[in-house]
């Protein structure tokens, strides 16, 4: 089948370009809200969904088709690359990964072994290449960040307060930073492998990073950083979104790094940043609860964030974090209409 025409909205909102309309995706996208996605995942376990190439074509595509937005990301996760280093990982629904190997010594970390993109998730480059030669919209790919990485394998699971990962980064420092450095230079080769295949964006999630303050972020978090990001503009071209929970009081850290976007969770509007001097393009955030209230509550909210987020060009409209599996597929498709044609020129 031919290709429709090429919808370059989200990139161009990216480079802060002037568009037709406000660009919008969700984070999480593809899901368990999808019923399609319901009836793939009872087949395969989440890992076979996202390395056999075929279905991960299929599952990435399905919000483009269904929903109309304006970028489709990758289906993976952010544990896909954790696994050849050396981390026991699996995804449990309802749960999110569990790590039969926890990391906890110096010599744990001295144990993980380094990516090698083409050997390693193989499955990932072809994904991406098979979709590039496919979708009418840019294609996201994205990596985990060095902290929320080791949130899980420090953990060995989901955490509420992350005292185990801070626990080692206070008393172990060295063997800190030597993790620090691996998962870092995981990430990079990581990123430049799906941007090479075709990725025309790619997005860093530091999900849990916000139990940090500000000072520990710049001693701890920034280096690392900055490292990852600044090699990606030196050997790549695609725009960088940096995105967090929680993570309002990071802002102007986010800031000095070399991204293009930074995505705001719903605790900081966007009026907000703009004031605190955010000039880069920001992605977000309507809280993805807010899904479950009644349209008219969604509609007034959309509209009031799309009024922030129009005032200047660099705008993507997005949620504040990923979808819920109780959302109505007709909700999303209803309020991808809305940031369309409310904010059409
Ligand atoms: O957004 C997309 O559609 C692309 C795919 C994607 C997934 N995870 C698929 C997934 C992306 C970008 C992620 C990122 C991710 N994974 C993050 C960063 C973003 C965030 O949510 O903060 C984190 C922290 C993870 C770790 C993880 N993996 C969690 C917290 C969970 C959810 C647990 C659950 O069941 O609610 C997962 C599993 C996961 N990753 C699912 C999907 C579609 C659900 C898997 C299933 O079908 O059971």
């Given at each position: 089948m031919p290709k429709r025409p090429f919808n370059d909205t989200f990139l161009k909102a990216c480079r802060q370009e002037p568009t037709e309309y406000i660009p919008v995706w969700y984070m999480r996208?593809?899901?368990?809200?999808?019923p399609e996605y319901r009836q793939i995942r009872q087949k395969y376990s989440f890992f076979e969904m996202s390395e056999i190439p075929e279905v991960c074509v299929e599952v990435t595509s399905l919000p483009v088709k269904q929903?109309?937005?304006?970028a489709a990301i990758l289906?993976?996760?952010?544990m896909t690359p954790l696994k050849p280093i050396g981390i026991n990982v699996e995804i449990r629904s309802g749960v999110g990964p569990v790590i039969a190997n926890p990391v906890r010594t110096a010599h744990d970390v001295e144990k993980l072994s380094s990516l090698q993109p083409e050997q390693d998730v193989p499955f990932v480059i072809e994904a991406i290449q098979k979709l590039t030669k496919q979708l009418s919209v840019p294609l996201i790919g994205f990596a985990g960040a060095p902290f929320t990485l080791a949130s899980y394998i420090i953990e060995g699971g989901p955490s509420k307060n992350y005292h185990k990962t801070k626990g080692f980064m206070y008393s172990q420092p060295q063997a800190w930073n030597a993790l620090m450095e691996k998962l870092g230079d995981m990430t990079i080769k990581y990123l430049q492998a799906q941007i090479q295949a075709g990725a025309q964006a790619v997005q860093i999630f530091d999900?849990?990073?916000?139990?940090?303050h500000a000072a520990d972020y710049h001693h701890y978090i920034a280096p690392i950083m900055w490292k990852i990001v600044s090699t990606l503009k030196e050997t790549t071209s695609v725009p960088i979104i940096l995105f967090g929970i929680g993570t309002g009081h990071l802002l102007k850290e986010f800031d000095q790094l070399p991204v293009d976007v930074i995505g705001l969770d719903w605790r900081t509007s966007i009026q907000t940043a703009r004031q605190m001097g955010i000039q880069k393009t920001l992605q977000g955030n309507l809280?993805?609860?807010?899904?479950?209230?009644?349209w008219e509550l969604i509609e007034k909210e959309a509209k009031a964030i799309l009024d922030q987020g129009m005032e200047q060009p660099g705008y993507i409209f997005n949620l504040g974090h990923g979808l819920y599996p109780e959302v109505q597929v007709e909700t999303l498709q209803r309020l991808t209409e809305l940031v369309h044609n409310y904010t059409q020129k």
């Open positions: 996208q593809a899901g368990r809200y999808q929903l109309g937005v304006d289906f993976a996760d952010i999900s849990w990073v916000g139990a940090l809280d993805p609860s807010l899904l479950l209230a009644p």
